[in-house]
């Protein structure tokens, strides 16, 4: 990579900025400098209150950094990423992307490439149509391929789940400093943030396998009632190890299970809250039975495709070269 930037570089910035993230803050900023494209954490867009450990920052720019990855690969090039830490640079940077020639993409490559500018959370309900085992196959060899596990809860685990995450979001929606820290990401005509429209409806019934008590509680609106599925399909993402360099792993291995999922036409969101209210409180999970540490528990099905969520404009998420501070 050259230190102008290169229509071939935009482009891979862009793809990364697509990315999900949590409250879409889109937590990363990109760096071109001495040849090396460098991903960055953007201090300005932590969640003090809802993601102190930067768990969450982690898993976002994680994703960012696959879905860069993914473009690349696509443009014929071979991706060379140093993850963090970096000695010779700020702590705010993540990982250093390289690129050199490659071999031609494949059409799978192609395929995560285009379901990458497709991929969209989905808060509305799905259908009752199962996931088919050899769907999720895919799913968990994606997951493995990243350094990571996808496990597909049953029936009972997942009743489970669903309940637990009803009652954190109960205790989230009571949580003020948490409130008013999720209504700043509630937002209309911003390039980043959760826009009313795609926050989850009303459900139905309780307990409901979306993410309704706290985001609703933080709506500005009312949301319409709807009737969701009646037997969610839910799976846990996991690592072997619960560190930075885990959480970082953790996203790419999210993202890559995100694209392999929206190519198969299914669609997704995330039950993230249940990890987010254990790492506000500083406690051990009292709702996972198993060795692996959980990073991301992930709704599966099928539903309509929603409409996309705002995106920051290029300009925003690569700033000048002077803007790095190198102490």
Same mark, same amino acid.
């Given at each position: 990579?050259?230190?102008?930037?290169?229509?071939?570089?935009?482009?891979?910035?862009?793809?990364?900025?697509? +990315?999900?993230?949590?409250?879409?803050? *889109?937590?990363?900023? !990109?760096?071109?400098?001495?040849?090396?494209?460098?991903?960055?954490?953007?201090?300005?867009?932590?969640? /003090?209150?809802?993601?102190?450990?930067?768990?969450?920052? %982690?898993?976002?720019?994680?994703?960012?950094?696959?879905?860069?990855?993914?473009?690349? #690969?696509?443009?014929? %090039?071979?991706?060379?990423? =140093?993850?963090?830490p970096h000695p010779e640079y700020p702590l705010t940077v993540l990982a250093v992307i390289d690129a050199v020639s490659g071999r031609q993409p494949t059409t799978a490559?192609?395929?995560?490439?285009?379901?990458?500018?497709?991929?969209?959370?989905?808060?509305?309900?799905?259908?009752?149509?199962?996931?088919?085992?050899?769907?999720?196959?895919?799913?968990?060899?994606?997951?493995?391929?990243?350094?990571?596990?996808?496990?597909?809860?049953?029936?009972?685990?997942?009743?489970?789940?669903?309940?637990?995450?009803?009652?954190?979001?109960?205790?989230?929606?009571?949580?003020?400093?948490?409130?008013?820290?999720?209504?700043?990401?509630?937002?209309?005509? *911003?390039?980043?943030?959760?826009?009313?429209?795609?926050?989850?409806?009303?459900?139905? #019934?309780?307990?409901?396998?979306? =993410?309704?008590?706290?985001?609703? +509680?933080?709506?500005?609106?009312?949301?319409?009632?709807?009737? %969701?599925?009646?037997?969610?399909?839910?799976?846990?993402?996991?690592?072997?190890?619960?560190?930075?360099?885990? /959480?970082?792993?953790?996203?790419?291995?999210?993202?890559?299970?995100?694209?392999?999922?929206?190519?198969?036409?299914?669609?997704?969101?995330? !039950?993230?809250?249940?990890?987010?209210?254990?790492?506000?409180?500083?406690?051990?999970?009292?709702?996972?039975?198993?060795?692996?540490? =959980?990073?991301?528990?992930? =709704?599966?099905? %099928?539903?309509?495709?929603?409409?996309?969520?705002?995106? #920051?404009?290029?300009?925003?998420?690569?700033?000048?070269?002077?803007?790095?501070?190198?102490?």
């Amino acid at each position: 990579m050259c230190a102008a930037l290169t229509e071939d570089q935009a482009l891979v910035v862009l793809a990364a900025g697509s +990315a999900p993230s949590l409250h879409n803050t *889109q937590p990363w900023q !990109f760096v071109l400098i001495d040849d090396h494209l460098l991903l960055c954490a953007d201090p300005n867009r932590v969640l /003090w209150v809802s993601d102190p450990t930067a768990r969450a920052l %982690y898993i976002s720019c994680g994703a960012a950094l696959f879905s860069a990855r993914a473009a690349l #690969r696509a443009m014929g %090039y071979q991706p060379r990423v =140093r993850q963090l830490p970096h000695p010779e640079y700020p702590l705010t940077v993540l990982a250093v992307i390289d690129a050199v020639s490659g071999r031609q993409p494949t059409t799978a490559e192609h395929a995560l490439y285009d379901a990458l500018w497709r991929r969209r959370t989905n808060r509305g309900p799905f259908s009752d149509e199962r996931v088919p085992e050899s769907v999720l196959t895919l799913l968990r060899q994606a997951a493995d391929q990243e350094g990571a596990s996808l496990r597909v809860l049953d029936r009972r685990d997942t009743a489970r789940v669903i309940t637990l995450a009803e009652e954190a979001g109960h205790q989230l929606s009571a949580d003020r400093a948490h409130q008013a820290e999720l209504r700043e990401w509630i937002t209309s005509g *911003q390039p980043d943030g959760i826009p009313v429209d795609a926050l989850p409806m009303r459900p139905a #019934r309780s307990p409901s396998p979306v =993410r309704d008590a706290d985001f609703l +509680a933080a709506a500005p609106e009312l949301r319409p009632q709807a009737a %969701y599925e009646t037997h969610p399909q839910l799976a846990v993402l996991t690592t072997h190890s619960d560190e930075p360099e885990d /959480w970082l792993q953790a996203g790419q291995a999210l993202q890559y299970v995100l694209l392999v999922a929206t190519a198969c036409g299914l669609s997704a969101s995330f !039950f993230y809250h249940l990890v987010e209210r254990d790492d506000m409180r500083e406690q051990e999970s009292q709702w996972w039975p198993w060795p692996e540490n =959980r990073q991301m528990v992930i =709704r599966l099905g %099928y539903g309509p495709p929603p409409a996309p969520v705002p995106r #920051r404009p290029l300009d925003e998420i690569m700033p000048a070269l002077r803007e790095l501070r190198m102490a």
